[in-house]
């Protein structure tokens, strides 16, 4: 399981290791928790490593609450975190910008401790959707999603053998096996299917066999190796040719540059 970060940033103190403090207990050892003083102390720690999740009070000297997220919003982080204000005065224009700046939750100091660990746990799970909808689309083939989108245009035939690939995505599928399954001639369906789906038929058991092969690099720890066998490609050699072909990068690089991104599930 990783570890998650929270950022505390607060120029009092006590109400900066108060907060540490409450969370400490709550997480158990499941949280890496930083602290900055200042908005620029945290704007620094948001350059040097990924944060998951980020408390900020919003009255600080020189970098305030709305001002740090502001910047963090315009700056090229590793990652942007979800963040919760905290303020000592219900001001009803703070609490204006911070919607305007998607923050996802508004504290009002003294903060307790359950409003706090609830905040947080909604905070978490508010990132963990924001990346597992950005993983998706980073997943998603747009050629494929057309194919999809189309679809009620797609006739039986077509849509038959697209079925039969998925069925068969571990096996070496072939155009004419497809063509006697379907009971069409091969070059026939080979003019059918490219036109309704705007790709030959070898393009799209390609592109379907790399989306499976994206799926198993991001959900198992199998080896390069036997995602290539299980998505039908005889050696693992050429799987990584065409992999990067399509992808600009190799499965490995893939799997490790998705996990970098994406956070485990928090406590």
């Not at 903060?111 to 980073?138: D, P, Q, Y």
Request: hydrophobic share 40%; net charge neutral; glycine share 8%.
């Amino acid at each position: 399981m990783k570890i998650r970060t929270i950022l505390i940033v607060d120029d009092e103190p006590r109400s900066r290791e108060g907060m540490k403090k409450m969370l400490g207990r709550w997480a158990a050892g499941q949280c890496e928790l930083l602290t900055a003083d200042n908005g620029a102390a945290a704007l620094r720690l948001l350059e040097e490593q990924a944060v998951d999740l980020m408390i900020t009070d919003i009255r600080m000297p020189e970098i305030g609450g709305l001002g740090l997220v502001e910047r963090m919003n315009a700056s090229p982080l590793p990652r942007r975190p979800p963040v919760i204000l905290v303020s000592g005065h219900a001001e009803f224009e703070y609490a204006q910008q911070a919607i305007q700046l998607s923050v996802v939750n508004y504290l009002l100091k003294p903060v307790s401790r359950e409003k706090l660990i609830a905040a947080v746990e909604e905070a978490l799970k508010a990132g963990e959707e924001r990346n597992r909808l950005g993983l998706m689309r980073k997943l998603a083939d747009p050629r494929l999603l057309d194919v999809a989108d189309g679809e009620a245009v797609l006739s039986e035939p077509v849509r038959a053998a697209m079925r039969y690939v998925d069925a068969h995505i571990g096996d070496a599928v072939g155009l004419k096996e497809v063509a006697d399954t379907i009971h069409l001639n091969g070059s026939y369906f080979s003019a059918l299917f490219k036109e309704q789906s705007g790709m030959t038929f070898s393009e799209y058991v390609a592109r379907r066999r790399l989306h499976k092969a994206k799926e198993l690099l991001l959900a198992t720890s199998l080896p390069v190796a036997e995602i290539a066998e299980r998505v039908g490609y005889q050696t693992a050699k050429y799987f990584n040719k065409v992999f990067k072909e399509y992808e600009n990068v190799s499965p490995g690089q893939f799997r490790s540059g998705m996990q970098q991104a994406e956070p485990d599930s928090g406590p």
